[in-house]
């Protein structure tokens, strides 16, 4: 009979602890790591009829926001997807009309490149551009005079993802995720291996503590 007892007031004493657990406060979410600098993820030679949407659509779903360098002569082609760029919160700038060797003009043919640009990028979108990149990076006092008369910023780039060059997925991920707070990437509105890549590069930069970033009128690197 004593050890009935016992037993049945053992049994008591473990019901309300168990039951307590059972209510137990939930683990707190884990933060979001903190951005400790910025990188510029910049597309040229957009809009692109195949490859647009999909990299809109890639950038957003991860988070990022970035600057397209657009091509004059194809937003006025499909002024439609430099309307949707803005519209998802990125940034687009000036590429000149016909990606041309700027640095091979006399400054009234680049003045022409450039200034058509902005009124087709301005027609677009309602925008008008402040940041102005020379196809191929190829550049002189002629083409920055034009430039800077339009109210352009000069912004080249200080790491090369090589999509224009056929790297793999896995290669641009790699180069781009070693840029370090300050860096400008170059790629491209044009190929499917650098949509694949954006996810895995806003995640990469993620791990160091660096995120996707706005090119200032000063041409840094900044908060978007």
């Given at each position: 009979?004593?050890?009935?007892?016992?037993?049945?007031?053992?049994?008591?004493?473990?019901?309300?602890?168990?039951?307590?657990?059972?209510t137990a406060?939930?683990?707190?979410?884990?933060?979001?790591?903190?951005?400790?600098?910025?990188?510029?993820?910049?597309?040229?030679?957009?809009?692109?009829?195949?490859?647009?949407?999909?990299?809109?659509?890639?950038?957003?779903?991860?988070?990022?926001?970035?600057?397209?360098?657009?091509?004059?002569?194809?937003?006025?082609?499909?002024?439609?997807?430099?309307?949707?760029?803005?519209?998802?919160?990125?940034?687009?700038?000036?590429?000149?009309?016909?990606?041309?060797?700027?640095?091979?003009?006399?400054?009234?043919?680049?003045?022409?490149?450039?200034?058509?640009?902005?009124?087709?990028?301005?027609?677009?979108?309602?925008?008008?551009?402040?940041?102005?990149?020379?196809?191929?990076?190829?550049?002189?006092a002629t083409?920055?005079?034009?430039?800077?008369?339009?109210?352009?910023?000069?912004?080249?780039?200080?790491?090369?993802?090589?999509?224009?060059?056929?790297?793999?997925?896995?290669?641009?991920?790699?180069?781009?995720?070693?840029?370090?707070?300050?860096?400008?990437?170059?790629?491209?509105?044009?190929?499917?291996?650098?949509?694949d890549a954006?996810?895995?590069?806003?995640?990469?930069?993620?791990?160091?503590?660096?995120?996707?970033?706005?090119?200032?009128?000063?041409?840094?690197?900044?908060?978007?």
């Amino acid at each position: 009979m004593l050890l009935r007892t016992l037993l049945a007031a053992a049994v008591l004493a473990v019901v309300p602890t168990a039951a307590v657990s059972t209510t137990a406060a939930p683990v707190a979410a884990e933060a979001a790591p903190a951005c400790g600098g910025y990188v510029a993820l910049t597309y040229d030679d957009g809009p692109s009829a195949q490859f647009t949407r999909p990299l809109l659509n890639a950038l957003r779903s991860a988070g990022a926001r970035a600057t397209f360098f657009d091509l004059g002569s194809r937003v006025q082609q499909q002024a439609h997807l430099a309307r949707e760029t803005t519209s998802a919160g990125m940034w687009i700038a000036n590429h000149s009309w016909s990606h041309p060797y700027l640095t091979n003009l006399g400054a009234a043919a680049v003045a022409k490149e450039l200034g058509d640009t902005q009124n087709a990028i301005r027609n677009a979108t309602g925008r008008t551009p402040t940041l102005f990149r020379p196809p191929y990076g190829a550049t002189n006092a002629t083409v920055q005079n034009e430039a800077r008369k339009l109210g352009l910023t000069q912004v080249t780039w200080s790491v090369d993802s090589q999509d224009w060059n056929g790297a793999s997925t896995d290669s641009i991920v790699r180069t781009v995720t070693a840029a370090n707070a300050g860096a400008i990437v170059l790629m491209h509105d044009g190929y499917q291996s650098t949509v694949d890549a954006v996810p895995r590069i806003v995640r990469g930069l993620a791990a160091k503590g660096l995120c996707p970033g706005r090119i200032d009128d000063n041409g840094r690197v900044v908060a978007p």
